[in-house]
């Protein structure tokens, strides 16, 4: 019997179980994976387009450099779904900006007050400022919709 032959009828055992494993690894990761759907209410114009920003954890909310997934769709007064794909499952938060101007910018004041609107999942903007991550946050386990509203 050859090395190569010895070999494999060693390994034959155990290369249903790899099979197994591999399979359903694999399984489970794309199963994993979802959908996020968010309906965008009472944008102040159809002029320019909303930007949506998905977070997933207190130290990247609203930091521009530190978004998990992001969307975008040409405004529209009544209502403008974003999707956003392949959303593994976790707790997250949303931030929207609606970019009037089109210039892919959250334009401010000197202040760094936003000039255009704003909102988030579940809470609203401060009157001094941002809500936090934890107000904002909700779990993806499946699919999942919310809705925003400016």
């Not at 010895?6 to 959908?35: A, D, E, N, R, W």
């Not at 997250?92 to 401010?108: G, K, M, R, S």
């Amino acid at each position: 019997m050859t090395l190569a032959r010895c070999m494999l009828q060693l390994m034959k055992p155990y290369s249903m179980k790899l099979f197994l494993l591999l399979f359903f690894g694999f399984s489970i990761s794309v199963m994993g994976q979802h959908t996020l759907s968010v309906s965008l209410h009472n944008t102040p114009s159809s002029d320019g387009a909303v930007k949506v920003a998905v977070y997933d954890s207190e130290g990247a909310f609203l930091k521009f450099d530190s978004v998990y997934k992001s969307g975008s769709a040409k405004a529209d007064k009544n209502k403008v779904v974003v999707q956003i794909k392949d959303v593994a499952e976790g707790k997250y938060a949303i931030a929207v900006f609606h970019d009037a101007n089109d210039n892919n910018e959250l334009d401010t004041n000197w202040l760094g007050i936003p000039k255009e609107k704003v909102a988030f999942s579940k809470a609203k903007m401060k009157a001094f400022g941002p809500p936090k991550f934890k107000e904002c946050a909700f779990t993806v386990n499946k699919d999942t919709e919310v809705d925003v509203y400016f």
